[in-house]
Every structure is written in structure tokens, then in C-alpha cells.
């Protein structure tokens, strides 16, 4: 009896250390550009990012990875087991939405580093050190509020974006990314991985975030691997009207923008509620000209998305929504410009990723089941260049991009058991039999 219940609280205190290597740290990161209301605001290249950057940066040394951060502003912190070897990848995003929540891409950056480094310790400890070596990452810019689009520094490193067009865009003040990245000190001269061709220097990628959805709450079940990503078509439009005045205008005389862009706002619930279940739609920000009170407003910008797993029923729904636009412009007699979109197709996810993961998960007695991800994450861009591992936790009543987003500390914890192990697994070679969507 007094045996058992020894063993018992040992497994309890052994635990409980391990833990606390995740949740301490984590204490210290999530309260660098928190907001009153429990959420953060750290968007990208913004003095709390940087802030952030410099905590993490610190962790990072303290712990003896070398830290660099490459021409776009992505933070890398290496440790070679070999010298020139090819790095296994793990990471997430630091930055966050305007008033975002706390876990969203923090979580999978922290957890990456706290695995990597538990990696890094029990290879010292054992002397038996793992085929590649190990890089930890913060992408710049995933969120893409400040600076659109999103998943701005994974799309550089991948070749889905170029880098020079990409230093040059503007925030809504002017200030460009290059500007903005140099302002927080954390812009590099060169890439961190040279040669032209990142996905030789890298074996493959990892990533763990908060589902952002309900299915793992719904289910019971721990951990999510995700097997495919939704396609999403991003829109920026310019709705362009004419100034008048708001009393005085007659109203069959009115080129008034904001009505055009509320018809726009109106058609893509329609389309949603139309299409049902595979699509979501969304307007997410209007920028109305001169947004005055007594003034019909000149001009609206404005960013829209459509997402769906549904190829067909993707394309189905753009024409409706295109449809719905010409019939905008003639009802409220303005004119709309489309302006760069942002687009990305739905793929799977390397199966052979997802089976290792599943295996890991099931030898460490943890549930877990297919889901697919709705969010773009890094992890889009990555997997079409090397084999990639998209895991979930747990994301309380699916609250995301919102203050109240929260996942409970043991859930956080196995995840970052899992990644750990899953990573492990990645360093021994276990995807090398996988290959890169694009090289298929
Ligand atoms: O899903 C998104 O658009 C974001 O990049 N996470
Ligand atoms: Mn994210
Ligand atoms: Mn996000």
C-alpha cells in the first residue's frame, strides 16, 4: 500500500518537473503585450513583437542554440548535433491578431523550443545524438493584420513569395516591412540556410497549435493530426463611389461606397448560408473614406475571405460572389477594383507524417484523431517543400483570434509531450521515405 502510493507520487513529482519546463516559460512569454482583458497584442514588427523576440531570443541562448534571423525577419534558433547536416524544422508564430488570444502561434513556438531543447538535453545525457540537427522557428508576420497577407516570412523562406516586394509592402500608416522589421532591430543580412534551395537544407517541418475549432473538444480527444488543409481565396477589393453630402445629396443622385461594400458584406453571409457547411466567408476589415459623419463616403477597402475543403464548390462560390459584386456596383452606382488576392489551394498534409505522429500518440497513451485545419498556419506553406507535422490541442468552445481563446494547461502540456516525441522521431529519420508536395 505505502509502496504504491510512493510510486504513485513519484510519477506525480517527475511529471510535475516536466511541466514546469513548459508552463514556467510560458508564464514569463504570455504576459509580453498582454491586454487588461486577458488576450494579447503583439502584431508583427510592432514594439511588443520585438519585445518578445528579444525574451525569446534570450531563452533561446540561455539554453545553448545560436539564434539568427534571416532577410524577412524569420528568428531561427539552431543547435548542430553534426556539423552540416540537414535541420528537422519546428516552430509557429509569435505575433498576433489586433486584441488576439494568447495561445495562437505562441503555443507552437514554445512548445517547439521546449521539445527541441529537451532533445538537445537528453542527447548530451545520453551521448547518443540524433541524425539531424534541430532548428527552432519564429515566423514573421503569420497573422498578417498589420502587413497583409498572412503567412508572410514562411512564403518568403518557401519561394511563394519574393522577398524584395515582400520588404516593400506598407501598413496602413506607410510604414513598410523592411522599415518596420529594421525599427525592432530584427531584420538579417543574410539567409539562414544559403544556397539558394532551402528544402535541401532541412528534412522537415513541424508545427503544434490550438485547434481554432470544436472537433477535439467535441470528441474528448487530446491531440488532432491534421491530415489536409482548406483552400482559402483571399480578396482585396476598392469599392470607389463619390464624395457627397449626407443630408443634403439626393438620394437617386448618392455613389455611395459603403453601401456598395454592405451589399458585398450581405452577399457573402448569402453565399455562406447558400453553400452551407464546406464554406466559410468572411469580410473581415472595411476601411471607409473619409469616414466622416455627414459625408457619403468616396471609398471603402476592404478584405474578404472564402474558404472551403470543396475545390468545386470553391470556385462555384467565387463566380456567386463575383455575380454579387456587378450587381453591387449597379445598385449603389459605385465601381469595385480587385486588388492582389491572396490564394491558397487546399492539400494534404504528407500522410507518412501523420501515421508517425499517430503512432508517437498512441505509444505515449494519448488520443488523437483526423482533422483537417481551416486556419492557414506556416505549416501551408512548409509542407510543399518538405514533409511536414501539423498537430492540434484542444481549443476551449473553438474561441480564436479573441481574448477569451484558452486551452487548459494539461492539454498544452501533452501536447508538447507529443511534439517531443513526434520530433524525436523526425530527427531519427522517420519521414525520410516522405517527399514534398511540390515534388510530386
Ligand atoms: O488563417 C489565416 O488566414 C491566418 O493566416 N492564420
Ligand atoms: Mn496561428
Ligand atoms: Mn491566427
Same mark, same amino acid.
Given at each position: 500500500m505505502t509502496a504504491q502510493a510512493n510510486t504513485d507520487n513519484l510519477r506525480i513529482t517527475l511529471d510535475t518537473v516536466r511541466d514546469r519546463e513548459f508552463l514556467d516559460s510560458w508564464a514569463e512569454l504570455e504576459v509580453?503585450?498582454?491586454?487588461? %482583458?486577458?488576450g494579447v497584442e503583439r502584431q508583427a514588427a510592432t514594439v511588443e513583437d520585438g519585445q518578445m523576440r528579444e525574451w525569446f531570443s534570450q531563452w533561446l541562448r540561455d539554453r545553448g542554440f545560436t539564434v539568427e534571423v534571416d532577410r524577412v525577419g524569420n528568428l531561427f534558433g539552431l543547435f548542430e548535433f553534426h556539423a552540416g547536416a540537414p535541420y528537422v524544422l519546428v516552430g509557429s508564430h509569435l505575433d498576433s491578431q489586433?486584441?488576439?488570444?494568447?495561445? *495562437?502561434g505562441a503555443y507552437g513556438v514554445l512548445a517547439g523550443a521546449v521539445a527541441a531543447d529537451r532533445i538537445r538535453r537528453q542527447a548530451a545525457e545520453s551521448g547518443v545524438a540524433p541524425i539531424y540537427n534541430i532548428a527552432v522557428v519564429d515566423w514573421f508576420n503569420e497573422e498578417g493584420s498589420r502587413f497583409k497577407p498572412s503567412l508572410m516570412g514562411s512564403a518568403v523562406f518557401t519561394g511563394a513569395a519574393d522577398l524584395e516586394d515582400t520588404l516593400n509592402i506598407t501598413d496602413q500608416d506607410g510604414i513598410t516591412v523592411r522599415e518596420a522589421l529594421t525599427a525592432i532591430n530584427s531584420?538579417?543580412?543574410?539567409?539562414?540556410?544559403?544556397?539558394? *534551395?532551402v528544402a535541401r537544407r532541412l528534412a522537415a517541418y513541424a508545427e503544434i497549435h490550438i485547434e481554432q475549432g470544436r472537433e477535439l473538444e467535441k470528441n474528448d480527444v487530446a491531440i488532432g493530426l491534421v491530415d489536409r488543409t482548406w483552400a482559402a481565396n483571399k480578396y482585396e477589393l476598392n469599392v470607389i463611389g463619390a464624395q457627397g453630402h $449626407?443630408? %443634403? $445629396? %439626393?438620394i437617386d443622385d448618392r455613389q455611395d461606397a459603403l453601401l456598395g461594400a454592405s451589399l458585398i458584406v450581405v452577399a457573402l453571409r448569402d453565399i455562406a448560408d447558400e453553400f452551407g457547411e464546406e464554406l466559410h466567408t468572411s469580410c473581415g476589415q472595411l476601411t471607409v473614406?473619409?469616414?466622416?459623419?455627414v459625408v457619403v463616403p468616396r471609398e471603402v477597402h476592404m478584405h474578404l475571405d472564402l474558404r472551403s475543403d470543396n475545390d468545386e464548390l470553391l470556385a462555384a462560390a467565387d463566380a456567386a460572389l463575383r455575380k454579387r459584386i456587378a450587381e453591387a456596383e449597379i445598385r449603389a452606382k459605385v465601381r469595385v477594383e480587385h486588388h492582389k488576392a491572396h490564394v491558397w489551394p487546399g492539400h494534404r498534409y504528407q500522410p507518412q507524417g501523420v501515421e508517425l505522429a499517430r503512432a508517437a500518440a498512441d505509444d505515449l497513451g494519448v488520443s488523437s484523431m483526423l482533422v483537417q485545419t481551416r486556419a492557414g498556419h506556416d505549416s501551408t506553406n512548409m509542407k510543399e517543400i518538405v514533409p511536414s507535422v501539423m498537430l492540434f490541442v484542444p481549443s476551449v468552445e473553438g474561441i480564436s483570434h479573441a481574448e477569451a481563446e484558452y486551452t487548459a494547461d494539461e492539454d498544452l502540456c501533452t501536447g508538447v509531450d507529443l511534439l517531443t516525441e513526434t520530433l524525436a522521431r523526425m530527427l531519427d529519420g522517420?519521414? *525520410?521515405s516522405a517527399t514534398a508536395n511540390r515534388a510530386r
Open positions: 509580453i503585450g498582454a491586454t487588461p %482583458a486577458g489586433p486584441r488576439g488570444g494568447r495561445f *495562437d531584420i538579417g543580412e543574410t539567409d539562414v540556410f544559403p544556397d539558394g *534551395d $449626407t443630408g %443634403a $445629396t %439626393a473614406l473619409p469616414n466622416s459623419p522517420a519521414l *525520410d
